[in-house]
DNA sequence: CCCCTAAAGCAGCGATCGTTGCTTTAGTCA
DNA sequence: TGACTAAAGCAACGATCGCTGCTTTAGGGG
């Protein structure tokens, strides 16, 4: 127990670790936009990493928990400081995030590495939605702040993320610019009735 | 090029194939239930059905293509049939459907399957939501026939089917009777505005 | 500037996966 | 009932996966 410092919070480095974490993601992004996630094994992304696969096998143990972390990294900010549109309307806010939940179903990338996320389990789903959870949370308090009177977060997701997550994960459907915009009005409207 | 019947027709069998296919897709619902998707593997799934692997790999080739047919086949009924409740008003059809849904996605294989088929690709996502699209369509139509205004099929799948996914998917939240019953009348009322 | 330690590379292994040619079984139709 | 054919079983294979002891590198601290 002598031992002053065991590097134990050592781990904040841009050296090595950093860029093979960084290559390592890109290559399951890249992959999983090309191929199906079937085809998705460790040393299939260690080898367009351009990385050994034990180091895959020693940091992360499984696929899953590699796509849980490279999801939670992809749909969040990477320093864990929640990043809101602040334009002065609740509207205003919510039409310029729901653009950016819309970049991000709409992206192949994103998409997929969504898919692959949910095929991984309970916790890799989760971590796709907590971080627009929290900036729904945000933007209602913001509103909350300037007086105005607002529904509760739970109702906002299912109403808002609801149908953007249905249409790009269970159908084909395009998701235009004005469908978006109805469903931040229906939001809106709705709110009144409740 | 003789030959009268190829036996093209032929596959309507109540014997081996259809025991065999039995077999093989309650291995896969068990086993989903049980363990993380990433250990479903076609040999596996071979031994728990009590049937040699390489049935699995000649009749169906990938893991993917089998849990397409397997989610068709859960979430769908088997005969290609709609069966819609029909209990004279739409909000009695909705919250009787609704039930359906939710049992659907609270069954811890039915949530695991899903889950599967999605992170297996687009195609098996969307056949675990074609039925239950098709019935909320009839289940309009049906209300549209005795007179009733009806919002189009995509704005109630939006504002039920999403929320019920959206929740059972993304969130570990508890999905209740009374919360299943707010969605419903949330839905019913806001057609009124839209 | 040099040491020290965490992380990446290397080599080699057992297990299992996915595939293919052939044989055997079981339903169907005359 | 007997033949015909589609589908399942069998056996063997190459490839690749996932894992482990050990060595080497590189980044941070005294």
């Known amino acids: 127990m002598g031992s002053v410092s065991p590097n134990t919070a050592n781990a904040r480095p841009g050296g090595r670790a950093a860029r093979v974490r960084s290559a390592v993601h890109r290559a399951v992004r890249e992959l999983l936009?090309?191929?199906?996630a079937e085809a998705l094994t460790l040393p299939v992304i260690a080898e367009r990493a351009g990385v050994h696969p034990t180091t895959l096998y020693r940091r992360w143990r499984t696929i899953g928990e590699l796509l849980a972390e490279v999801a939670t990294s992809r749909f969040s900010g990477?320093?864990?400081?929640?990043?809101?549109?602040?334009?002065g309307?609740?509207?205003g806010d919510l039409e310029r995030w729901t653009e950016g939940v819309v970049d991000d179903l709409t992206d192949p990338e994103g998409i997929a590495l969504l898919r692959a996320a949910?095929?991984?389990?309970?916790?890799?789903?989760?971590?796709c939605m907590v971080d627009r959870?929290?900036?729904l949370?945000?933007?209602l308090d913001h509103e909350r702040a300037r007086g105005g009177t607002v529904p509760e977060v739970g109702r906002a997701a299912d109403t808002l993320l609801g149908p953007l997550l249905y249409r790009a994960v269970f159908t084909d459907l395009q998701i235009g610019p004005d469908w978006v915009h109805d469903v931040v009005?229906?939001?809106?409207?709705?709110q009144r009735t409740g």
């Open 133 to 135: 959870h929290a900036q």
């Open 89 to 91: 309307s609740l509207r």
């Open 33 to 36: 936009a090309e191929e199906p």
């Open 118 to 127: 949910i095929g991984a389990g309970g916790f890799a789903s989760r971590a």
């Open 137 to 139: 949370a945000a933007m």
């Open 78 to 87: 990477e320093n864990g400081e929640l990043v809101v549109p602040d334009t």
């Open 185 to 190: 009005r229906a939001f809106l409207d709705g």
